[in-house]
């Protein structure tokens, strides 16, 4: 019932409003709207610092309220809102709230609890409702029919625990806890409507008992079916819309209400699980929200979200103390107790009773779980506003339930959602884990060094030298939050298990003790679980910066949570390969088309060398012959379908024999003259036996036709039966067209094929990519050092089983490897232009007007490069060669020498192209095929060193290199041997530049040492500034682009550098300095510390000093010149050498700079001791 007069009773409230602001001349309802807005803002302030749900304040306070309006009726003109019409509080707050909670839900966990969830929330809701009627029917004194019983039970069997989840979430329980018992009400408030509907019906109504057995599957059934269909179709409209926030939210709000409305009001079915599963769908496909949007379309569902509570739980205090307390006496109050009390006992008979389904589905159900499930079971709105609707009509009986539902919404509000905290506690709930503890005591000291750091450079500045900096120092002190809550120093608190010590009786000195086998487990599992989380973490950012596409993202988050379900479970190869292997049909389906193909006939058949059949060839050879033919054949078709729609008698008949007369007299011809042409050769193609076939049913079609023409009397109707039906295979000619289509056919499946082998690239490549974000981060995630130094085996183990296959899939399509890399390419130089342009626009380089127009511009090549082709062809080996990033910019005498000095090599499997230790002999460029890298990290010491020394001093690393990479530059720079050996994987070219040769060259141009180097000098930076700091949350593409803006350092004969006023960052990338005033010593590779100025160096080995200019200044500089031209040129020399970059060397894991770095024989090694000699 409340389905189909919702928005007339709505419409009919609206106009009532208007008419008592039009006789009081006051918007009283405006009001009163507004004024709880304020009202509920001012005590969420207030509230910051108690533990006391914010709904029950709002409660209180409109109880409260409705008592004053029930003492003056002055104000109860304002508050008539509250109790004119119940469905107001289901039409327009209800779809809001529904979808907020469905579209901030943890999609995985809700599909994986689902089965629980429709357990607790149908069945479940279904006996709680039976037995709350069976608690009415036997201890109410109020003569209800069972049909009214039930209708209560369905009323008060409606949860809605807004408190309890929110209050779950701010102390960090479970995720699963709070997702069943949000997910439990979302579905069990559909369900509660439904069951309402239907005993409303037979309370007051008539209903059949097939209409009772069909009503609830339509209802429910069909509102889930409408929210997936409506979710699906909002999301291919998302998928369209690129970065525009007012579009997409516009979209995400009409649909709400939209498909609330539909589903009730037009379908019939429920609007409250169509909202439900449109918001789930959404949220599944959240990446087709614009990433620059996203965060900002959860905080406009969040703020609606609040307004909704806010109103909703106020008015239904206000709704409470107006409507149920005019009408309660003195029995009633000991009736809301039985109410309060029985449900709780049916609500834990419920979960009992399916105990043993929920413990053994989806992640289970412990019995704290199943305790806080139990009492976190509040009622609220729902209840209430059903409850509302049934006073309205009825009185009598709607009366008293108003009266018990009021009071239940009232004591489990007051008692259940604020003694839900010290439940927790008691349970041991809401303790925080060590893990925890251990992750905000190093986020608290990472910022005590980060302020410490800012204060001793900002003491150094002139202008604050006189400051307070003891007042600063304290009040800039940041107090860990675990430590307060627990009144305690987190530092004496912190890990028990890790500070516990045992005071050795002989030396007398403090041993610290190992952790208990179930102790490291736990610590094994929790480091597990954050490696994991902190993949996420760089899944989703490499898709916010674009380099990652939307199916990627979510692919790879599915693997993350699947794996996060699973103890000491990390991603498998085969779970990641499975996406670039393409389908068998696929490829069987290309096989087919593929024979069906078949090279032209004048490519494989000689002309004939009679003159009259050198004609005929000539012409069925003709590049006209066989598109004349198809279009004739396509025109044939009107005469055939009009003799077949028309009846024999009919005037035009004549005319249209006549037509096919002449068609097929044309189609003898075109089979006379192939015939003629090809000779014995025609019979042997399936095409032409086609052709063959097709024009001998014409002329069969011909003489049947001759024959039937005009005497349709004289034939007995299965004559006249079999001449309709050669009718209807003139149709058959149809056929020979598909002979055109086949290739674009066949193009169509191999595009498909390339995006499969796309798709499963970039899945490959983003996992890559995470892995080696966190391998650097993951002694900040990893408590103890032994599992820490496991999780780093056996991240590293995955990620080369991926670099391998991953080089496989480029050997066997290159293509599809330089399509991902272009697109990143393209992605990231934008990316750069975007940050940029607003870099100038907070600098008022630019005025708003101007920076919009170029933000768009550059929208628009970010949307057109989601289109870009799967396939792009790989380049020729020497352009390879020439588009090597030292060869940029340099004269073309320079390239010439280069090119045609390079020496092609060829390799098979298993071949050794250089060993550890050997001497450098020249470079190599790798231009088809894969490598395996072995080699050692050495730090200072020398290869012949090696056997003599501790072998467990030195890191063993491997790797794989693959086309376009680069072996041997700085190997080249320094004259230093071989720290590691290339062995052929698969066969491999290369072209090889000899020592001699490149020696020759440097001296020869200027430039190219200088390019080798700052080459050399950018792939040592990036990873050198990770490790740092300040650039911890910068990605490598960023980096890359701001070392870009570097030049090396010029050192002449006076041995005394000083760094320019204008350096970010100065790098030593080869050698030995000494700070002038210190007299400390620093040895590459590694960051010169910023309050060092000038450094000391020898002649004899000459450093090399790479300086990272200051971006902003620079930039801020030319900008102010030349303003739009400077900066189009910027970008444009960005573009030119990232994408060089990108296409010159193998960018497969950022060109394996971070792993490889190119700078010896491309072995991978620690950033921070790595030596670099190649």
């Not at 304002?78 to 469905?102: D, G, I, K, Q, R």
């Not at 008539?206 to 429910?220: C, D, K, N, S, W």
Request: charged letters at 20%.
């Amino acid at each position: 019932m409340g389905g189909e007069v919702l928005l007339h009773d709505v419409v009919d409230n609206i106009t009532t409003q208007v008419q008592v602001g039009e006789q009081h001349g006051s918007p009283y309802a405006i009001l009163f709207i507004f004024g709880i807005c304020i009202l509920g803002a001012v005590i969420r302030q207030l509230m910051n610092d108690t533990n006391l749900p914010y709904t029950v304040v709002l409660i209180m306070l409109g109880v409260c309220f409705g008592l004053i309006s029930r003492s003056y009726p002055s104000v109860k003109s304002y508050t008539s809102l509250a109790t004119s019409n119940p469905h107001l509080l289901l039409s327009v707050f209800l779809p809001v709230l529904l979808f907020e909670s469905a579209f901030a839900m943890d999609v995985h966990i809700f599909y994986k609890m689902f089965t629980q969830v429709c357990i607790l929330a149908v069945p479940g809701m279904a006996v709680a409702a039976a037995l709350s009627a069976v608690m009415a029917h036997f201890v109410f004194y109020y003569n209800w029919s069972w049909m009214e019983c039930f209708l209560f039970g369905s009323i008060i069997s409606a949860t809605d625990p807004v408190a309890v989840v929110a209050l779950l979430s701010s102390l960090g329980t479970s995720k699963q806890l709070g997702i069943i018992i949000e997910g439990e009400s979302l579905l069990n408030d559909g369900a509660a409507i439904v069951l309402y509907n239907i005993f409303y019906n037979l309370s007051f109504k008539q209903m059949t008992p097939t209409e009772i057995g069909l009503y609830f599957p339509r209802v429910a059934l069909g509102g889930m079916a409408l929210g997936l269909m409506a979710g699906k179709v909002v999301v291919l409209w998302l998928q369209h819309v690129f970065n525009d926030a007012m579009v997409e939210i516009a979209i995400t709000v009409s649909s709400t209400y939209l498909v609330f409305y539909i589903g009730e009001n037009v379908l019939g079915v429920s609007g409250v699980l169509a909202v439900v599963m449109l918001g789930i769908e959404i949220n599944q496909h959240r990446t087709s929200i614009s990433p620059e949007v996203e965060v900002f379309l959860h905080r406009f569902w969040e703020i609606l979200a609040y307004l909704a509570n806010t109103l909703i739980f106020f008015i239904v205090g206000v709704a409470i103390m107006e409507k149920a307390f005019d009408v309660i006496e003195e029995l009633d109050w000991f009736y809301i107790l039985v109410d309060y009390c029985g449900i709780f006992v049916i609500r834990t008979f419920v979960v009992v009773l399916f105990s043993p389904m929920l413990t053994r589905i989806g992640y289970g159900l412990p019995w704290k779980d199943a305790v806080v499930m139990v009492w976190g079971g509040l009622r609220g709105a729902v209840g209430l506003a059903l409850a509302l609707e049934v006073a309205l009509d009825h009185e009598e009986v709607g009366n008293k339930i108003l009266i018990h539902t009021a009071g239940i919404v009232l004591l489990t509000l007051f008692v259940n959602a604020t003694t839900i905290r010290p439940l927790l506690k008691i349970l041991g709930m809401s303790e925080i884990s060590d893990a925890k503890r251990a992750a905000m005591n190093n986020a608290v000291n990472r910022l005590q060094q980060n302020q410490d750091q800012s204060l001793a450079t900002l003491k150094t500045d002139r202008f604050l030298a006189d400051a307070d900096w003891s007042l600063a120092e304290r009040a800039c002190t940041i107090c860990n939050p675990y430590a307060e809550d627990d009144n305690d120093d987190l530092e004496h608190h912190n890990l028990s298990y890790l500070k516990r010590s045992t005071n050795c009786p002989k030396c007398h000195s403090l041993v610290p003790n190992q952790p208990s086998p179930k102790e490291f487990s736990d610590m094994a599992e929790d480091g597990r679980q954050a490696v994991i989380k902190a993949q996420k973490m760089s899944f989703w950012k490499q898709f916010e910066r674009g380099v990652l596409s939307s199916d990627a993202v979510n692919v790879l988050v599915n693997l993350a949570d699947t794996c996060l379900d699973e103890r000491d479970r990390l991603f498998k190869l085969t779970e990641l390969s499975s996406h670039w292997k393409v389908p068998k049909y696929w490829e069987k389906t290309r096989q087919r088309l593929e024979k069906f193909r078949q090279a032209r006939a004048s490519d494989r058949v000689p002309p004939p060398r009679n003159l009259f059949l050198r004609y005929n060839y000539m012409t069925s050879t003709h590049v006209a012959f066989d598109p004349v033919m198809n279009v004739l054949i396509a025109v044939n078709m009107i005469p055939i379908f009009l003799e077949l729609s028309v009846p024999d008698d009919n005037e035009m008949m004549p005319y249209l024999k006549y037509i096919n007369y002449v068609y097929c007299g044309v189609y003898v011809i075109e089979l006379t003259i192939k015939i003629l042409a090809f000779r014995g050769y025609f019979f042997r193609d399936g095409w032409n036996l086609l052709d063959f076939g097709i024009v001998v049913l014409s002329v069969i079609d011909l003489v049947v036709d001759m024959a039937t023409s005009g005497a349709t009397g004289s034939f007995s109707p299965s004559i006249l039966k079999v001449a309709r039906v050669f009718r209807i295979l003139r149709m058959g000619r149809l056929l020979r067209l598909t002979k055109g289509l086949i290739p674009k056919l066949i193009d169509l499946v191999n595009n498909r094929i390339n995006r499969q082998l796309s798709f499963g690239y970039d899945i490959g490549k983003g996992f890559v990519v995470s892995e080696e974000e966190v391998a650097k981060i993951i002694d900040q995630l990893v408590l103890d050092p032994k599992i820490a130094s496991d999780l780093k085996m056996r991240l590293d183990f995955i990620r080369l089983q991926v670099v391998r296959s991953l080089g496989l899939l480029q050997r066997q399509h290159p293509g599809i490897a330089i399509s991902v890399k272009t697109r990143q390419a393209i992605r990231s130089v934008l990316n750069n232009a975007r940050d940029t342009l607003y870099e100038l626009r907070s600098n008022g380089v630019l005025d708003k007007n101007e920076a919009n127009k170029l933000e768009r511009e550059i929208e628009v090549k970010m949307k057109q490069q989601l289109h870009a082709p799967a396939f792009i062809p790989p380049k020729k080996p020497e352009d390879l060669l020439k588009s090597l990033l030292w060869l940029q910019g340099m004269e073309d005498d320079a390239v010439t020498y280069i090119t045609s000095n390079a020496e092609m090599l060829s390799f098979d499997y298993g071949d050794v192209i250089v060993k550890q230790g050997e001497v450098c002999d020249g470079i190599y460029l790798i231009i088809s095929g894969m490598v395996k890298l072995l080699g050692v990290s050495m730090g200072t010491v020398d290869f012949q060193q090696l056997a003599s020394s501790n072998k467990q001093q030195f890191q063993i690393s491997a790797d794989y290199l693959f086309a376009g990479n680069v072996i041997g530059e700085m190997g080249l720079l320094t004259d230093s041997v071989r720290n590691a050996s290339i062995t052929c994987e698969t066969t491999v070219q290369v072209y090889f530049i000899s020592v001699d040769k490149m020696q020759r060259a440097m001296k020869r141009f200027n430039g190219l040492t200088e390019g080798l180097w700052k080459v050399c000098g950018m792939r040592m930076a990036v990873p050198l500034l990770m490790e740092h700091q300040k650039y911890q949350i910068w990605s490598k593409e960023h980096l890359r682009i701001i070392c870009e803006n570097s030049q090396m350092a010029s050192l002449d004969d006076t041995m005394i550098y000083r760094l320019p006023e204008n350096t970010e960052e100065a790098i030593l990338i080869h050698g030995d300095i000494q700070c002038v005033r210190t007299k400390e010593q620093f040895t590459s590779p590694i960051i010169l510390p910023k309050n060092k100025k000038a450094f000391t160096y020898n002649l004899k080995k000459l450093p090399r000093i790479m300086i990272i200019i200051n971006h902003k200044s620079s930039a801020l500089l030319s900008s102010a010149k030349t303003k739009n031209n400077n900066f189009v040129d910027h970008q444009q020399k960005i573009a030119n050498s990232f994408v060089v970059d990108h296409e010159g060397h193998d960018d497969d894991d950022d060109d394996n700079d971070n792993q490889l770095d190119h700078r010896t024989a491309g072995c991978q090694v620690k950033q921070t001791v790595v030596h670099h000699n190649a």
